[in-house]
């Protein structure tokens, strides 16, 4: 129970559960091993109606709370984080953008395939030398009569490769700003321009089953009208776009925690050492009890983020405190999920995916905001005059 819960939440929660039970519980681990999209089992999702969730239902969404999206991302995590990243990614990077800064134009053009994950959307910062430091992007947009035209490449996108992708937002430098500082701005590109590729990355420590790929640009031309939000707004775009997309990867944070205790739990009562159970011994017992506090810490933390987020109040902060917390508490409980496991969980097992567990929860301390950033953005607000 929680205090900030309503009827829709459980139902919500009740109804991704139990799809993420009976249809990607019993497939997900061969996908995963084979490093394959589940494009058709994305595509199942759609009769939950978990795309776009949170945009409006003039746009094809479902008008709800940003709460319950969260929610959804965290029970799919409890069962696979592959799958909850292509939400997660889906609906906080790709649509979220696009609803808060496009042009009714842009709206109408963009989100109602997006909202019925007709089509999937992506959202590309990363280069080599841009990820924490925004600064250092590289890509270059160049005005022309037409709009614009792009050459450069983003890496480590998710939901950017697959037959699903239907385009990409993503930041490019523009200019220097009288001051002298880089300019940097957002746009927006669809398949078939020509120029834009994509490649699906393989050999992945993690979310195996996830769309995660490389995004190239060679003279790309974008119209004017496909400018997202305004010229040298693309940083604070971005930042934006990140708050709230810091909740839904703490989500999956939490979801995989749970997932992983879960497993602990129902092992420990059927492993025995000694004659007993293990799960009768203090050390493990110990150790079933400190999952539980911090899991149960880190849904609280997570779910009033959502509240202020979700009551017009800022989140900035709490957002950057719920992901540090939650990615902190599923490398905690993922790890002494493997000690109980022992030997047994070093090897693929579909009933107990601890193993899959413990390496996908290595990339929530770093993507969209490493656990030193989100310190420096929390230190800065404790230290600031209030």
Known sequence: MNALLKKVHHEVRAKVRAFAEEKIKPVIGEFEALEQFPMDLVKSMRSLNIFGMH??????GQGSDYLSFIIAVEELARVDSSMAATLAAHNSLGIGPIMAFGTEEQKQKYLPGL?????????????????????GVQTQAVQTDKGWLVNGHKKYITNAASEMVAGISFVAQ??????????????????????????FMKQKFLWR?????????????ISAEDQLGERGQGIKIMLKT????????????????????????????KRKQFGNAIAG????????????????????????????????????????????????????????????????????????????????????SIGEGTSEVLRMVISRDVLKDK
């Open 209 to 221: 089953a996830a769309d995660n790929g490389m995004v190239y640009f060679k003279d790309v031309e």
């Open 242 to 269: 990140i708050d709230s997309g810091r909740l839904s990867i703490a989500a999956m944070g939490l979801g995989l925690a749970q997932g992983a205790y879960e497993m602990a739990v129902s092992f420990s009562k």
């Open 55 to 60: 945009a409006p239902v003039a746009y094809g």
């Open 115 to 135: 909202c019925t994950a007709e089509n999937l959307w992506a959202f590309g910062l990363t280069e080599e030398n841009a990820g924490s430091d925004a600064q």
């Open 174 to 199: 523009t200019g220097i700003r009288p001051d002298g500082k880089k300019e940097f701005t957002t746009f927006l590109v669809s398949k078939g321009t020509p120029g834009y590729t994509k490649e």
């Open 281 to 364: 011994f203090q050390s493990i017992a110990f150790k079933l009890a400190d999952m539980a506090t911090k899991i149960e810490a880190a849904r609280n933390l997570l779910y009033h983020a959502c509240w202020l987020k979700d009551n017009g109040h800022p989140f900035g902060t709490q957002s950057a405190m719920a992901k540090l917390y939650c990615s902190q508490v599923a490398s905690d409980v993922a790890s002494e999920a493997m000690q109980i496991f022992g030997g047994a969980g070093f090897f693929r097992n579909d009933e107990y995916p601890i193993e899959r567990f413990f390496r996908d929860q290595r990339l929530l």
